[in-house]
């Protein structure tokens, strides 16, 4: 058993915070000065700490290098309007975690430890959460595979590691997409819902075509008759079909965004209809056409809403007219304001960190 309050702290001798310039960050690019690990050695977690960012030493035999068995988190932690940090409903990020991770055959992390480690971690990174609004520190909790085997078998050793990087206000250009026919980025049955490395690196080679194609990104499909809409990229889907938010509802191919469910919950309460059911492309393709398809975007951490702007359906491009006072940038307001506790947070989803 973990210990938890007993996570070591070797603080850096020189913070890289004075050098940044906080005005110009690009997604993922910079790392805080430190990094959380924790190893799963011998049934149990061991050896949590706070160190100095810096480059591992692994055995290239590390099964994780070899089958896969890596999985993540993204959430991110915000600077409110009283200068105090949250960090937007990470229990539910621990929650996906596990769930990864029982799908993945890999150790779990008691929550005790998770948030222990988060806390203390963003607490020691605080100078690193940005102060403008939209911007914030953008925090990825992955777990890797590090017993040193060749054999194909569920590893015995694990590092859980917590590593952050300030971002910027990400605000998605309207996208252009394309539903996906020929490619798929989970099957039914297989590791859509869990959020493992492989589903990532699966979906790359049909993002890029579908770039060089002149599009952003994909609309999944389902992999079995490529007849139901599943996920956009690597964002949850939603519609707005007359007053109604659509989206797909989740299955073992569809991962359950914390945004999703965010967005969901909001928009109820906004007075709006809600649908989590089957959105057949031949839906989607008449309602394009015959207007009530109102609004189409793309629901994740990073961007928080991606508005889509096209459309193409076997070759058929249609066009969504974006408004400004979309229901998706209404919706995107009112998350901010609960974010910045500039909204009463009536739902208990900001994890305040305490310094
Ligand atoms: C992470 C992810 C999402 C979005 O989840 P959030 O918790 O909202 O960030 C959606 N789809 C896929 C495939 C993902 O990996």
Redesign the pocket.
């Known amino acids: 058993m973990i210990v938890t309050s007993n996570i070591q702290i070797q603080k850096t001798t020189r913070s890289r915070v004075p050098e940044v310039d906080f005005s110009k960050l690009e997604f993922g690019k910079l790392s805080t000065d430190h990094m959380f690990i924790a190893e799963y050695r011998a049934g149990e977690w061991q050896d949590a700490r706070i160190v100095p960012f810096s480059n591992l030493s692994l055995s290239p035999f590390a099964l994780g290098l070899h089958y896969g068995q890596t999985i993540f ?3 991110k932690a915000f600077r409110m309007a009283d200068g105090n940090i949250s960090i937007f409903r990470p229990e ?2 621990l929650e ?1 975690f596990n769930i990864s991770a029982r799908r993945m055959c890999m150790a779990e992390v008691p929550k005790d430890l998770f948030m222990d480690a988060l806390h203390q971690f963003v607490a020691l990174e605080h100078e690193w959460v940005p102060k403008t609004e939209g911007s914030s520190l953008y925090l990825r909790p992955f777990m890797f595979a590090s017993e040193a085997r060749l054999g194909v078998k569920p590893s015995d050793e694990y590092y859980f590691m917590i590593v952050a990087s300030p971002v910027g206000p990400y605000y998605s250009q309207p996208v252009k997409v394309k539903v996906e026919t020929d490619y798929a ?2 099957a039914e049955g297989g590791t ?1 819902y869990a ?1 493992c490395g492989g ?2 690196g699966g979906s790359l080679y049909p993002a890029m075509l579908a770039r060089k194609a002149g599009f952003d990104q994909v609309l999944w499909t389902d992999a079995k008759t490529h007849s139901f809409i599943e ?1 956009s ?4 889907v939603m519609f707005r079909f007359g007053d109604v938010v659509v989206t797909p509802s989740l299955s073992s191919s ?9 967005i969901l919950t909001l928009a109820e309460d906004m007075g709006y209809g809600v649908e989590e059911r089957e959105v057949p492309v031949a839906e989607l393709e008449q309602r394009l056409q015959d207007g009530s398809c109102k609004e189409a975007f793309g ?4 961007a928080l809403i991606a508005p889509i702007e096209y459309i193409n359906i076997h070759g058929e491009s249609y066009r969504l007219n974006i408004q400004q006072d979309a229901l998706m940038y209404q919706i995107k307001k009112r998350l901010t304001d609960i974010r910045m506790g500039n909204t009463e947070d009536i739902y208990g989803w900001n994890y305040l960190v305490k310094l």
Do not use: C, H, P, W
């Not at 990229?233 to 949850?236: A, I, V, W």
């Not at 569809?254 to 965010?262: A, E, F, H, K, Y």
């Open positions: 988190e993204g959430m539910k990020n996906r980025r989970a859509g959020k589903n990532y996920e990229g690597t964002m949850n569809i991962l359950d965004g914390v945004t999703r469910d965010s629901a994740g951490t990073a």
